[in-house]
C-alpha cells in the first residue's frame, strides 16, 4: 500500500516561491504517474500538474508558466514549485498517484499540507 | 479546457435513501470519468475509475454509469459514512474535476 506524506512551508510570502516535496513510501516513485492537486479553504479541487520520471509532464493552462514539478527517485519524492505566489494561491495541498498511466484515476493522496500566502 | 458540472451542487437525502449525483463534461470524453469522496478535513478518496469500475474496498452500493458527457454516480441505500462531498474528475484531457456535490443527512 504506497503512502504520501507532503511537506513544506505552512506560510509564504506574495510574490515568493511555493516549495512542496511529497514522499512516497510502499513503492518506488519510478512506477507511476504523480500529481499535486490543491484546494482553497471551503472550495474545490484543482488539479495543478503530473509528472512520470520518463519526464511526461503537463500542467494546468491556468497556472500557466509558473508551476515546475519534478521526482527525485533517490529520495522517492514528488516536489512542486510554485512561483510569484498570491493570496489566491492559499490552499491545502494533495500529492497523489496515478493508477494507471496519465489519464488514470488518482487512487492513493497524501493528507495534504495547509500552505498560507501571507506578508 | 473541458469543463464538469455536477448536479445537484447540494442535496439532503437521509439514511436508507437511493440518491443519485450527475456529471456533464462540456466536450465528449469517453469513460475518461472517476468519482471521488470527501470527508471534512480529509483528502479525496477513490470510489470509482473510468466511470464504473468500482474500487477495491468501496462498497457495491456505489455504482457509476455512463459514457460520452454524461455520468452519473448511484448509491442505492444511504449510510451515515455516506454523508460527504463527491466530486467528478475527467482525465479525457488537462484533468479538471466537477465542483462537487455536498451530500447532507435530512
Same mark, same amino acid.
Given at each position: 500500500?504506497?503512502?504520501? @506524506?507532503?511537506? %513544506?512551508? *505552512? /506560510? ?10 511529497? +514522499?512516497?513510501?510502499?513503492? !518506488? ?9 490543491? @484546494?482553497?479553504? %471551503?472550495? *474545490? /479541487? ?10 511526461? +509532464?503537463?500542467?494546468?493552462? !491556468? ?57 | ?106
Amino acid at each position: 500500500q504506497v503512502q504520501l @506524506q507532503e511537506s %513544506g512551508p *505552512g /506560510l509564504v510570502k506574495p510574490s515568493e516561491t511555493l516549495s512542496l516535496s511529497c +514522499t512516497v513510501s510502499g513503492d !518506488s516513485v519510478s512506477t507511476y504517474y504523480w500529481s499535486w492537486i490543491r @484546494q482553497p479553504p %471551503g472550495k *474545490g /479541487l484543482e488539479w495543478i500538474a503530473y509528472m512520470h520520471h520518463s519526464g511526461s +509532464t503537463d500542467n494546468n493552462p !491556468s497556472l500557466k508558466s509558473r508551476v515546475t514539478m519534478s521526482i527525485d527517485t533517490s529520495k522517492n519524492q514528488v516536489s512542486l514549485k510554485l512561483i510569484s505566489v498570491t493570496a489566491s494561491d492559499t490552499a491545502v495541498y494533495y500529492c497523489a498517484k496515478h493508477l494507471m498511466g496519465a489519464a488514470g484515476a488518482l487512487d492513493s493522496w497524501g493528507q495534504g499540507t495547509l500552505v498560507t500566502v501571507s506578508s | 479546457d473541458i469543463q464538469m458540472t455536477q448536479s445537484p451542487s447540494s442535496l439532503s437525502a437521509s439514511v436508507g435513501d437511493r440518491v443519485t449525483i450527475t456529471c456533464r463534461a462540456s466536450q465528449y470524453i469517453s469513460t475518461y470519468l472517476h468519482w471521488y469522496q470527501q470527508t471534512p478535513g480529509n483528502a479525496p478518496n477513490l470510489l470509482i475509475s473510468s466511470a464504473s469500475s468500482l474500487q477495491s474496498g468501496v462498497p457495491s452500493r456505489f455504482r457509476g454509469s455512463g459514457s460520452g458527457t454524461d455520468f452519473t454516480l448511484t448509491i442505492s441505500s444511504l449510510q451515515p459514512e455516506d454523508f460527504a462531498t463527491y466530486y467528478c474528475q475527467q482525465t479525457y484531457s488537462n484533468p479538471t474535476f466537477g465542483q462537487g456535490t455536498k451530500l447532507q443527512i435530512k
